[in-house]
C-alpha cells in the first residue's frame, strides 16, 4: 500500500487526492486471515507539515468463534485518520513545517522517495477493530463443558453443572413442606 505523494507535497496546503483501496493484504497476528481485499476510498490532504489521510477501510477476516470454535467470518471497519510526515524537503516545494506535538513514530513516514505506506497503519487500526470474542452468530450456544460437542447441532445429554449457591433452596422447594409456606 505505497503511494507516491511526490506531487502532493509539491502542491500548496489544502491540495487534495482521492485514493481507492482494493488490496489484498495479510496480517501479522495470525489469529485472523483476511478474507477479503482491504477496500475504502481514502482522501490525502496536504497540510503545513506533511500529508493527512483520512478515510472509511472496511474488510472481511476469517476467525474462530469464542464460544464454538468454527470458523466464522467477521465485517471490519474503521474511520483512517493518520498523518504522514515528510522526512525530506523537495527543493522546489512549499516549505514543511514541523509540528512540536506530533510523534516521532516511524509508521507514519514519508520516505526519501516521496513514498507513503499504509501497510503498518492499517494493520495497527485493523488490530484494534477486530472483535476479541468473535461469534458465529448471536446466539451460538457454544461446546458442551462437559463432552465438548456442538451444541448448536443438537444436545449430548450431558447435565449441566449446578450452582452450588443454589442447593438450599433448592433443596427448601423440594422438601414436602417447602415452599417458603410458613406454619401458623
Ligand atoms: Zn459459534
Ligand atoms: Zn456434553
Known amino acids: ?5 511526490a506531487d502532493l507535497l509539491m502542491r500548496p496546503t489544502g491540495a487534495s487526492r482521492f485514493v481507492d483501496l482494493a488490496e489484498p493484504f495479510e496480517l501479522s497476528d495470525a489469529s485472523a486471515t483476511l478474507v477479503a481485499p482491504v477496500s ?11 500529508v493527512l489521510v483520512q478515510g472509511h477501510v472496511s474488510t472481511q477476516v476469517e476467525m474462530e468463534c469464542a464460544r464454538c470454535l468454527a470458523p466464522t467470518t467477521v465485517a ?6 493518520e498523518h504522514f510526515r515528510p522526512t525530506i524537503q523537495l527543493p522546489e516545494g512549499p516549505p514543511i513545517l514541523t509540528d512540536p506535538d506530533e510523534e516521532d513514530e516511524p509508521a507514519t513516514e514519508i520516505d526519501a522517495h516521496h513514498v507513503l505506506d499504509l501497510s503498518a497503519v492499517i494493520e495497527q487500526n485493523m488490530l484494534l477493530n477486530i472483535p476479541l470474542h468473535p461469534l458465529c452468530r448471536t446466539d451460538c450456544r457454544g461446546l458442551c463443558p462437559i463432552c465438548g460437542h456442538d451444541q448448536n447441532e443438537g444436545r449430548c445429554g450431558c447435565e449441566a453443572p449446578t450452582d452450588p449457591r443454589w442447593d438450599t433452596l433448592r433443596a427448601m422447594l423440594a422438601s414436602p413442606n417447602g415452599a417458603g409456606e410458613t406454619n401458623r
Not at 471490519?76 to 485518520?81: M, P, R
Open 1 to 5: 500500500m505505497r503511494y507516491i505523494v
Open 40 to 50: 475504502g476510498r481514502l482522501r490525502f490532504v496536504r497540510d503545513h507539515a506533511g
Open 76 to 81: 471490519v471497519d474503521f474511520e483512517l485518520v
